[in-house]
């Protein structure tokens, strides 16, 4: 007799499907239609970058590099956080170099935690943040943010979240799905709360460079020993399929973080390492013109919306805006689905970002300024006869 088979891990198991990942084909499998559901530019990763790879593929750099990454790598990484941030790492000890954002959130998670401990996460939030706490190990503590209060994370919020079994608070500014920034007095805010009980901040910052008012500011310029920075070159290089991120924090906890990379990924691909270093050397103009771009997409967006019934907290930052579509009484799922199979639009339902989302949808604007009008005008055309006439801004 042939025993039945074991189970299966059941923190995977009661794991959802991703709500982004129904929208990355859509315009493939509906001829016609238009996706704002991914959050991926628009752009190509530019020419320079590009032969800078070419060069070093041709010349036969195709072996893996140290562990953490190309030594040059990490030292140009470092000094840019030092320019930028004004926080000093040391690229031997306290950088790696990591297969995107997304790795470095699972190595910093595993680091952290032991089985049961807590993270405290403001919703709505990015898809991966809950899933990647639960398959480390630990348990998320959400705090709910509203559009009444334009996204913020509220300290004070944070603070009645916390409990003996808390070990750290995640943090991402700009935010996904919202575009909001997190004013500096609230960051700071939140770091006291984390000296004050002894926990570690995990600050996503992969949309740094993507902010379109006032100037970037990260968790570890007030608190470096506390802080894991993770920053990447996918949103403002246009290198999201290369892969390539990395994370910064103090040696102790880096070197965990390192451990667990050299066990499970050795080392992030030399090609896409060879990318990023020559982005540093050469991407700011590409960038500055995508910043620029992506600005006027937003504005134009965020007016079209507004225009249409639909309210919608101005995103300073990475490249979404999020809606209210309560106006219309449908729910986020029910009004996606409708409007894809009406108007062949896809946008991504506020509930696939934690419960605090549902009544919102994530439109991205990282499309053609094009492809953003004819969505638009469907969006327009598909909310109308759902709101009242006097609802709707003259």
């Known amino acids: ?27 493939r499998r509906m001829p016609g239609s238009i996706s704002l559901g991914v959050g991926e530019p628009d752009f190509s990763t530019p020419e320079p970058i590009r032969n800078a790879v070419i060069a070093s593929l041709q010349s036969g750099e195709t072996s893996y590099t140290a562990n953490s990454g190309l030594p040059e ?37 595993r680091a952290l935690l032991n089985a049961g401990d807590q993270v405290v996460v ?19 503590v ?47 805010a939140i770091v006291d709360i984390a000296e004050k009980y002894g926990l570690y901040i995990i600050s996503d910052e992969i ?19 506390r802080t894991i920075l993770l920053n990447g070159f996918s949103k403002a290089y246009a290198m999201t399929g290369w892969r ?49 771009e992506y600005d006027d997409r937003r504005r134009f967006v965020v007016q079209a919306l507004h225009t249409a019934g639909l309210p919608c907290v101005t995103p300073t930052g990475a490249f979404y ?4 579509i309560r106006p219309t009484g449908l729910t986020s799922d029910r009004f ?23 009544g919102h949808i994530r439109c991205s604007y990282a499309a053609s300024m094009q492809k953003l009008q004819t969505a638009m005008e469907r969006l327009t055309q598909f909310v109308q006869p759902l709101i009242p006439r006097e609802a709707i801004p003259q």
């Open 1 to 27: 007799m042939t025993a039945p088979a074991m189970p299966l891990n059941v923190a995977v198991e009661a794991c959802p499907p991703s709500g982004i990942r129904r929208y990355f084909d859509v315009e």
């Open 73 to 109: 790598l990490r030292d140009a990484i470092c000094r840019m956080t030092a320019s930028s941030i004004d926080v000093e790492y040391d690229p031997e000890t306290e950088c790696l170099v990591t297969v995107g954002v997304s790795e470095g959130l699972d190595l910093a998670l």
């Open 122 to 140: 403001a919703e709505p939030c990015y898809v991966s943040y809950i899933p990647c706490i639960r398959f480390a190990g630990g348990v998320a």
């Open 142 to 188: 959400t705090v709910p943010t509203s559009a009444s209060e334009g996204f913020r994370c509220d300290p004070e919020r944070v603070l009645g979240a916390i409990t003996p079994r808390t070990k750290a608070i995640l943090v991402a500014s700009p935010a996904n799905p919202t575009g909001v920034t997190q004013s500096i007095d609230d960051l700071k």
């Open 207 to 225: 949309y740094a460079r993507l902010r379109y008012e006032g100037v970037h500011s990260s968790a570890a310029q007030f608190n470096r020993e």
């Open 244 to 292: 390539v991120a990395y994370a910064c924090a103090p040696q102790r906890v880096l070197s965990l973080l390192a451990r667990i990379h050299q066990y499970t990924m050795l080392c992030a691909p030399r090609v896409s390492q060879v990318a990023a270093l020559e982005a540093l050397r050469v991407g700011e103009p590409f960038v500055q013109a995508m910043l620029q």
């Open 321 to 324: 805006a999020f809606p209210d």
């Open 336 to 358: 996606c689905e409708r409007l894809l199979d009406e108007q062949q639009l896809a946008v991504v339902p506020g509930s696939a970002f934690g419960s605090a989302g549902e």
